[in-house]
């Protein structure tokens, strides 16, 4: 079965780092652009970070500076590395690919989510 694993989410206080980890699973021929989303309580999902199969990144500006993303092609693997977090970083963050599957194409798929907290 094909599917986005994310990992590394916990708590942590202000000004403290996490690096997210996101690992695609199963039969996969490839992975074209990939990307980090957030979505924080009572609001809507938001883009903050991607990266293209080539490594080409767009930060968003509430993360500029302190979120950095990444990929290891060979791996099916992007992270996140996320500094100098503040309270408002606080959301269940997903990771978001475009892979290439065997007689299927193209698709589209989430993972499930890992939560990120911080304290103040």
Known sequence: QVRLV????????????LRLSCVG??????IDDMA???QAPGKEREL???ITRG????IEDSVKGRFTISRLNA???????????????TAVYYCNA???LPQIGRV??????TQVTVSS
């Open 6 to 17: 994310e990992s590394g989410g916990g708590m942590v206080q202000a000004g403290g780092s």
């Open 25 to 30: 699973f199963g039969s996969i021929i490839s």
């Open 36 to 38: 980090w989303y957030r």
């Open 48 to 50: 903050i970070a991607k």
């Open 55 to 58: 490594g080409t990144t767009t």
């Open 75 to 89: 791996k099916n693997t992007m992270y996140l590395q996320m500094n100098s977090l503040q309270p408002e970083d």
């Open 98 to 100: 475009l892979l290439w």
């Open 108 to 113: 589209d798929r989430w993972g499930q989510g």
